[in-house]
């Protein structure tokens, strides 16, 4: 149990910091085992504070003191006081230095926050709250400051010294030492602080600004890695272009460093111009990295990258704001990636990853909103609603703004608040100024946790040619926000006539004539009613075109209107979401009644679609994927583990038999072996082609299996290789087995291609999945305490095998709590973020309840919980 339970911060509670930190001097005696940091801080109060006592209170944590001086004499012990969780000086100047010197350990530091070793080389990572862990400091995002620092190491063993900013000293030591000194111009808040040292070498490139300025590009990385970093470098120089063409945004430094590192608890980090990346999106080769690989680089390098403006240069008040960071740059990489690949299948990607991810996290105890009230630890709030709901919530003022006036509000956002540390309010205010409207209402995104549900009722009036939708809005009560005020829904409609062609939108009262496609209706109450005139006919309705806002529809189109839809929308993006709906309700048909025919219109649908030599095959391949099993959970109001494992077995076997000469006919057609690209089409020509031969396999077609055998051995590339490999695994037997001793044999040596060895074999549905899990865990190349070996293993175990992890025998329960409580003194974070598998537990049956119940309530007893574990598993009980 948790003695001392932690406490919850609340947003009601911020003051301004009582002091400021105005300039930076670090020195590093970097040492794995043994780090000294010396620090000189430029300190002053606050003009702005509101009330205090006077005292100074640095955060830090871990740290041994050796020294602390202000002013140039050092202290006694009795004039400050040293805590858990910092450092109290008492009777402090107006304006003073303060020197300290701390020292760390970086091998002992398995959380991998603050200064930590990865393999040979050191590295930090300080967002939201590890700087504290490195030195006493404001560790909080409103102080802003400028940094000197000055590394100091042997040479032999690291070579190479990074820090942010520029590099202004380099100079050798006596003893094999060497120094390098590090000056960032620009202030920043401590989160952003980055060093490395290690032995790496760099892929280098420059870009010239729009104003001219010459930048140079560094992606260093372990020696070996040196031939898999094109892609990043590509990617980093496109999003460079792009953010100044779409938002005027140009990089202000003149160097520019990325940095691949393989222990690593997210995916990357935005150090003023000193990235760190988790490798796995740096490093990618045709032959060991999928297109979804090289898609993931491509975006989080643009992410990371516009987080130089947005983040950086504006960041974050508090960290109840991370939203205003982070959801704009969800947006501006959701953007980036749309406009430099194809932006219909993006925004089916972007809206699949929100069902799989925010929806269920909205209807969860864990629910809270883009802007939360409360938290016990931050680093638990990382979470899809902050970045991908909050992306939606910049998403729908971009598009109420339109093109132009959502550019003037973001310059004005620039403008206004550069080199400042601001609130969501802040920039929703910009919209406002730069457009005129009011956003008062719509403010409300930022502060109800909880997704809308909307229900839509037609009425058509044959005399009148009157046609009228009336909505309604419903939000869920989630924790702590029992009753909800009506949001602010922007909802993009289409009327489809008999022949399929977009008709006119002309609403009653319109002025003016209305042209035919896609109009925006702004609901604002619970219900409302919008009336269409001149129409001839009952029209087909298509709601939320390109999905609008974050909301659920209740949908009661008919399966013939949704097979209407799936072929005529103009809006791809609805033609996709009608054929998951349907595809939804044959699945759970074939839930209650696995025997359940199949209406031989959807196979004609299904065929043509597979047949149109026209269509987008990325896009073809989205609108034949059927819903995930996950999600098919989430739309039942009980969980039926099984039968929708079934179901979705059924459904695929059924398609492979039904249609296997169309199939073959698709999977042979776009089987080429032309060299690599990562481009749009070749993409969509794998997706298309690896799906076809998926529904084959399902279907125990020897001919796919041969040919799935034949494309895991011809090892194009990554994405077929993979594609077939896990056909085999699935398929079980010899082959299976053969295969992935083969696959480990040729790539034992490249940990991020054993992560997908891992992969395929956790979320195989095969019976002995667990027992696989558990053995793998013991095989040389996994540990506890690389995080991506942990997401490959067991985080894909729980996140993505829900049969084999919802066994009604609660077996993948416990597993999952005993790596909860091992993972939770070594990594509290990746063992937080774990259990978050079991927190929706009320969503299962009353068996499977009681045995999630029971483990959460077993991890809550443990000794010593980190705050992370035991905010996540009180929250989950509802405690
Ligand atoms: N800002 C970082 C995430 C930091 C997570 C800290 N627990 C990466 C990103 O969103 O760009
Ligand atoms: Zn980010």
Same mark, same amino acid.
């Given at each position: 149990m948790y003695r001392d339970t932690p406490h919850a911060i609340h947003l009601k509670d911020y003051r301004p910091p009582e002091f400021l930190i105005d300039a930076v001097d670090l020195r590093f005696d970097l040492d794995p085992e043994r780090t000294t940091v010396e620090a000189k801080l430029a300190l002053r109060r606050n003009?702005? @504070? *509101?009330?205090?006592?006077?005292d100074l209170r640095l955060h830090g944590e871990q740290l041994d003191l050796e020294r602390i001086a202000v002013n140039g004499h050092p202290l006694t012990p009795s004039e400050y006081e040293v805590h858990q969780e910092g450092l109290t000086l008492h009777r402090v100047p107006d304006q003073f230095g303060l020197e300290t010197r701390v020292r760390i350990h970086p091998s002992l530091n398995?959380?991998?926050?603050g200064l930590y070793q990865s393999g040979e080389m050191l590295c930090t990572q300080c967002? @939201?709250?590890?700087f504290r862990r490195i030195t006493y400091f404001?560790?909080?995002?409103?102080?802003m400051a400028t940094y000197s620092t000055t590394l100091v190491a042997d040479k032999r063993r690291f070579p190479v010294l990074l820090s942010n900013g520029n590099p202004v000293e380099s100079r050798d030591l006596d003893g094999g030492r060497h120094l390098m000194r590090w000056e960032d111009p620009f202030p920043k808040p401590s989160y952003l602080f980055a060093l490395i040292a290690g032995d790496l070498k760099a892929v280098e490139d420059s870009f010239s600004t729009a104003s001219g300025r010459e930048v140079a590009l560094k992606i260093y990385v372990e020696?070996?890695?040196?031939?898999?970093c094109d892609h990043a470098m590509r990617s980093l120089k496109k999003a460079m272009r792009w953010d100044e063409e779409r938002f005027g945004r140009e990089y202000d430094l003149d160097i520019f460093m990325i940095v691949a590192v393989s222990?690593?608890? !997210?995916?990357a980090m935005e150090n003023k111009g000193l990235n760190v990346f988790n490798d796995k999106f740096v490093l990618a080769r045709p032959d060991t990295a999928t297109d979804v690989d090289f898609d993931g680089i491509e975006s989080v390098i643009a992410h990371e990258y516009f987080h130089?403006? *947005?983040?950086?240069?504006i960041t974050c008040?508090?960290?109840?704001?991370l939203s205003l960071k982070e959801g704009f740059t969800v947006y501006r990489d959701q953007e980036f990636s749309a406009d430099v690949g194809s932006r219909g299948v993006k925004r089916i990607g972007d809206v699949r990853l929100l069902r799989a991810h925010q929806l269920p996290e909205d209807e969860g105890p864990l629910a809270h909103p883009v802007?939360?009230?409360?938290?016990?630890?931050?680093?638990?709030?990382?979470t899809a609603t902050v970045y991908q709901k909050g992306a939606e919530v910049v998403r729908m003022q971009a598009n109420l703004l339109g093109p132009e006036l959502f550019r003037k509000a973001t310059d004005l956002y620039f403008e206004r608040h550069d080199g400042q540390a601001v609130t969501t309010d802040d920039f929703v205010r910009c919209m406002e100024d730069a457009?005129?409207?009011?956003?008062e209402q719509f403010r409300l995104w930022y502060q109800q946790a909880g997704t809308p549900e909307l229900s839509v009722q037609e009425a058509f009036d044959a005399d009148s040619g009157r046609y009228s939708l009336s909505v309604r809005q419903h939000t869920p009560p989630t924790p702590g926000q029992p009753l909800k005020e009506p949001f602010h829904i922007p909802i993009a409609v289409g009327l489809l006539g008999q022949d399929g062609e977009d008709l006119p939108l002309q609403l009653?009262?319109? *002025?003016t004539p209305s042209a035919p496609g896609t109009r925006v209706l702004e609901l604002t109450n619970s219900e409302q009613s919008f009336t269409f005139v001149g129409l001839e006919a009952k029209p087909v309705p298509s709601l939320l075109r390109g999905f609008p806002a974050p909301v659920k529809l209740k949908t009661e189109a008919s399966d013939d209107d949704l097979l209407f839809l799936m072929a005529h929308d103009s809006d791809g993006f609805n033609r996709w979401d009608a054929a998951q709906t349907l595809m939804q309700r044959l699945l759970l048909a074939l839930v209650d009644d696995a025997e359940a025919e199949l209406p031989e219109r959807f196979f004609a649908a299904f065929e043509q679609a597979l047949m149109d030599?026209?269509?987008?095959k990325a896009l073809l391949a989205e609108v034949l994927t059927p819903p995930s099993e996950g999600y098919l959970g989430d739309q !039942?109001?009980?969980?039926d583990v099984d039968g929708i494992h079934r179901a979705h077995s059924v459904l695929g076997r059924r398609v492979g038999e039904r249609l296997r000469d169309a199939l073959l006919e698709v999977y042979r057609a776009n089987d080429g072996s032309e060299p690599y690209a990562f481009m749009p089409d070749d993409v969509g020509r794998r997706a298309l082609k690896n799906l076809a031969l998926g529904y084959l396999a399902k279907a125990g077609d020897a001919e796919a299996l041969a040919a799935a055998q034949a494309q895991f051995e011809a090892a194009r590339n990554m994405t077929d290789v993979m594609a077939a490999l896990r056909l085999l695994v699935d398929h079980g037997g010899e082959a299976g087995t053969r295969a992935l001793d083969h696959f480990y044999g040729r790539w034992s040596g490249e940990p991020l291609v054993v992560d997908k060895w891992l992969s395929v074999q956790a979320t195989s549905?095969?019976?002995d999945t667990l027992e696989r899990v558990i053995a793998l !865990?013991?095989?040389?190349?996994?540990?506890?305490?690389?995080p991506n070996r942990v997401r490959s293993l067991i985080g894909a175990f729980c996140n993505a095998n829900q049969v084999r992890f919802h066994a009604s025998d609660g077996r993948g329960y416990r597993f999952l709590a005993d790596r909860v409580l091992e993972l939770n003194p070594l990594n509290p974070q990746i063992a937080a973020r774990l259990l978050k598998?079991?927190?929706?537990?009320?969503?299962?049956d009353a068996g499977r309840q009681a045995l999630m119940r029971a483990e959460i309530a077993r991890i809550l007893d @443990?000794? @010593?919980?980190s705050a992370d574990v035991y905010e996540v598993a009180s929250k989950a009980l509802g405690d």
């Open positions: 003009p702005a @504070a *509101t009330r205090g006592d006077g398995t959380a991998l926050e967002e @939201a709250e590890g404001l560790d909080r995002p409103d102080v020696p070996h890695n040196l031939d898999k222990h690593f608890n !997210m995916g130089n403006w *947005t983040g950086n240069r008040r508090d960290w109840f704001q802007r939360p009230d409360s938290y016990i630890e931050i680093n638990n709030f990382y457009s005129g409207r009011d956003l009653e009262g319109d *002025t030599a026209q269509s987008d !039942m109001a009980v969980v549905p095969r019976e !865990m013991g095989h040389a190349d996994f540990s506890l305490r690389n598998a079991m927190v929706r537990w009320r969503r299962f @443990a000794e @010593a919980l």
